[in-house]
């Protein structure tokens, strides 16, 4: 199965509270509703081996397909009015496509 993980800090002026309740009340079920995604994950980062956290939430999309996806979902109007106001309240956004293997 596809993967989309997103590895992302919140913005300065973005609490985890306030994150958590966006999630719970809108981002997470708007993911979830698209056709291509399974299923979603959000986990927050809370402890390092290292003692360094460079992300302190990543996020797992699993998708039918990644094609599906980016060239479908991705680019409705209800996804990109989502990126106009979750866009904000991240920084160091980074994203990555994989398959799962196992």
């Excluded at 199965?1 to 985890?16: F, R, S």
Aim: charged residues 30%; without cysteine.
């Amino acid at each position: 199965m596809a993967k989309k993980i997103i590895l992302y800090n919140l913005a300065e002026n973005v609490t985890d509270e306030e994150f958590k309740d966006y999630v719970t009340n809108e981002k997470g079920p708007l993911i979830e509703s698209l056709p291509s995604v399974k299923k979603y994950e959000l986990v927050k980062i809370t402890g390092a081996e290292t003692g360094k956290i460079p992300y302190k939430y990543v996020g797992i999309v699993h998708v039918t397909s990644l094609d599906e996806f980016n060239q479908k979902d991705a680019t409705t109007q209800k996804y990109q009015d989502f990126l106009t106001k979750f866009k904000p309240m991240v920084s160091d956004f980074h994203s990555l496509f994989g398959e799962e293997i196992y």
